[in-house]
């Protein structure tokens, strides 16, 4: 049982903080999965499952935490990954998280349908975002939109292919997030009032709270309920590869592709020029019953490993799980959920503070298995490394 007060040190400590500041519905759209969440669910099982190998008497003295990712220096093989609305956890959400993120020396990536815009982003950044984008049915607002992240100084480009429709998300369903009607309305006004301190901090002095992004695709910015339904229209189900010759047209800097589950899909990628891919189910909220991404990785490592960087997110919670990851071949994770509740738990400083711990966490599992550098860690490290052979990416 975890003591009500004291400081919260773990993600599940800033979940349940983030439980306590956020509406109801807000937490749930964060918190939730599609459909019966056991994908949700599976993906943090997936690491959870996977014994390390202790070893000792090994001069473990200078332990680097330090690595790569698409060119780009990190404190640490983690990166935040593009969450829609998280410009809601906090107040200016996005702009506190890639304060964060730099302060660590990590990178951030803003979302296409982020709160905040990538130039309120930017201007806040000492190191640039990553830029994350959803193809629209409105192709020149795309093209726009990519000229905006570079003209603010993006160079790394997230486009995410796992999205041709939004999931079906249960609880998002059952808190009346799509529906207008009055009674929906009193619930969502009942969650709103029984959240003071963030409709104060956040929705009052926070504003606007639009998607800063696209606010001039609507005439009225505001109005999020308008603006969801248009985006909802506006995801394009009929994207397929060819389409990414567009987009290498359009965006002249590193590309990674986010959403591969399938070995097929990422021999495709290497085909198609991606400097890299994340592994990855959307966190669970596109299709439950897919696998983990650690069940999917080993053998998308053995298949491209050497060709591309892979990344891979979906129930990463702590520094160990970063190792885990990384033993089982990826080269850096994403995480999704964990930033959020930490922005929300603890602002700008809570999620400053997490992310240290992630870092001393990885430290200490290098530490006890024997290894000083990020580059060192792979299938020697697993308790029972697994008979298919896979590769480090990169080598
Ligand atoms: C609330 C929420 C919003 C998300 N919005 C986006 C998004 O706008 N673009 C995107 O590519 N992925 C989005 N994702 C997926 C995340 O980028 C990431 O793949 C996922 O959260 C990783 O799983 P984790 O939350 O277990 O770490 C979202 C995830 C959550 C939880």
Not at 278 to 301: C, E, T, W, Y
Not at 350 to 368: H, N, V
Request: aromatic share 8%.
């Amino acid at each position: 049982m975890k003591p009500k007060f004291g400081y919260p040190v773990t993600t599940d400590d800033y979940r349940e903080k983030a439980r306590a500041r956020l509406p109801g519905f807000l937490f749930d759209y964060l918190d939730g999965g599609a459909a019966d969440e056991q994908t949700l669910r599976a993906n943090e099982t997936g690491w959870v499952n996977i014994n390390l190998r202790q070893r000792v008497l090994v001069n473990v003295e200078n332990v680097d935490t330090t690595t790569t990712l698409v060119g780009q220096t990190c404190s640490m093989p983690v990166v935040l990954a593009p969450l829609g609305l998280a410009g809601m956890m906090a107040r200016r959400g996005e702009v506190q998280a890639v304060r964060a993120a730099n302060a660590v020396g990590i990178p951030f990536t803003l979302s296409t349908v982020g709160i905040c815009a990538v130039e309120e982003v930017q201007a806040a950044a000492t190191e640039a975002a990553w830029f994350q984008l959803y193809m629209l049915r409105d192709r020149p607002r795309v093209a726009a939109l990519l000229d905006k992240a570079w003209a603010a100084g993006c160079r790394t480009l997230v486009f995410t292919v796992d999205l041709p429709l939004p999931g079906m998300r249960h609880r998002d369903f059952r808190n009346g997030l799509s529906s207008k009607g009055p009674r929906t309305r009193l619930l969502k006004i009942q969650q709103l009032l029984s959240r003071p301190g963030w409709l104060w901090n956040v929705a009052v002095r926070g504003g606007p709270l639009s998607f800063g992004n696209l606010s001039d695709a609507l005439p009225d910015a505001g109005n999020l309920d308008a603006f969801k339904e248009w985006i909802d229209a506006q995801f394009d189900p009929t994207v397929t590869w060819a389409d990414l010759e567009w987009i290498r047209k359009h965006w002249q800097g590193r590309l990674l592709l986010k959403g591969i589950l399938d070995v097929e899909d990422a021999r495709q990628a290497v085909r198609v020029g991606a400097d890299g891919i994340v592994v990855s189910n959307h966190g669970g909220r596109q299709l439950d019953g897919v696998a983990s991404g650690a069940g999917k990785l080993p053998d998308i490592v053995a298949a491209i490993g050497s060709q591309t960087e892979v990344l891979v997110d979906g129930g990463v919670r702590s520094g160990t799980d970063v190792f885990r990851a990384l033993a089982l071949g990826a080269r850096g994770v994403m995480i999704g959920r964990p930033w959020a509740f930490a922005l929300a738990g603890g602002g700008e400083a809570g999620l400053t503070r997490l992310l240290l711990s992630w870092q001393q966490e990885l430290r200490l599992a290098m530490t006890l298995t024997g290894v000083t550098r990020i580059t060192d860690i792979g299938a020697d490290q697993l308790d029972r490394p697994r008979t298919t052979e896979f590769r480090k990416a990169g080598e």
